[in-house]
């Protein structure tokens, strides 16, 4: 959903609005030699990974997309009708659910480094969890095309990061998730600590 809407090249000024720090954002540019689309999926995965759940929300990112430094209203504008179009089609959650897939999310986030080195060391087992989520609706054409181009842990950061925006947009597809992770024998330790936290917390 970002990598699809939201293609700022002013992506350096977006992670400042978003909250990252501008040591951060220097590194990204010099690790990927300031290739636009690259440091952009690298800039949304830490903020997805590293900032408080509160404020990774469309609600922050349409402000930083409309703030003065960043100045994309148009992009702001269709990327909201865009999101706002698939909510009217989508059924209401139970609240249990979203508190559920809160959670679920906020542990995503904190794991997404080593779901990413676990994936980045059995490629099968990527292609695998991209299949699926292509055919359960988690991810688009485009973005199984993306993951398996890059592969390796860029694949996997690239598909982690648009199953976590899912969960966070429509939470009853954290169950999809959750199963589709379970099919993998090595990622059970982390699919426990994420049942875990749904069943104990709240």
């Known amino acids: 959903e970002l990598l699809e809407w939201v293609r700022t090249v002013k992506w350096h000024n977006l992670g400042i609005k978003l909250g990252l720090e501008n040591s951060v954002l220097d590194g990204i540019a010099i690790q990927f030699a300031n290739n636009v689309d690259d440091c952009r999926r690298t800039m949304f995965s830490t903020w997805l990974s590293t900032m408080p759940s509160q404020k990774c929300t469309r609600r922050e990112l349409l402000q930083a997309l409309r703030s003065r430094a960043v100045a994309e209203n ?3 504008d269709e990327y909201q009708k865009s999101f706002q179009k698939r909510t009217h089609s989508v059924p209401e959650v139970d609240s249990s659910d979203t508190k559920s897939a809160m959670i679920t999310l906020n542990v995503l986030r904190s794991k997404h480094a080593e779901l990413c080195r676990l994936l980045n060391g059995s490629e099968p087992t990527l292609l695998s969890l991209t299949a699926e989520m292509f055919a359960k609706g988690i991810i688009d054409m485009n ?19 648009h199953v976590q925006m899912k969960i966070e947009q429509s939470p009853e597809h954290l169950h999809i998730v959750q199963k ?7 990622l059970d330790e982390i699919v426990k600590k994420m049942k875990k936290q749904s069943t104990h917390e709240y």
Do not use: Y
């Open 74 to 76: 148009h992009m702001a």
């Open 143 to 161: 973005i199984k095309i993306d993951v398996c181009k890059k592969g390796g842990f860029s694949g996997a950061d690239i598909l982690l990061t």
């Open 180 to 186: 589709a992770l379970e099919n993998e024998q090595f």
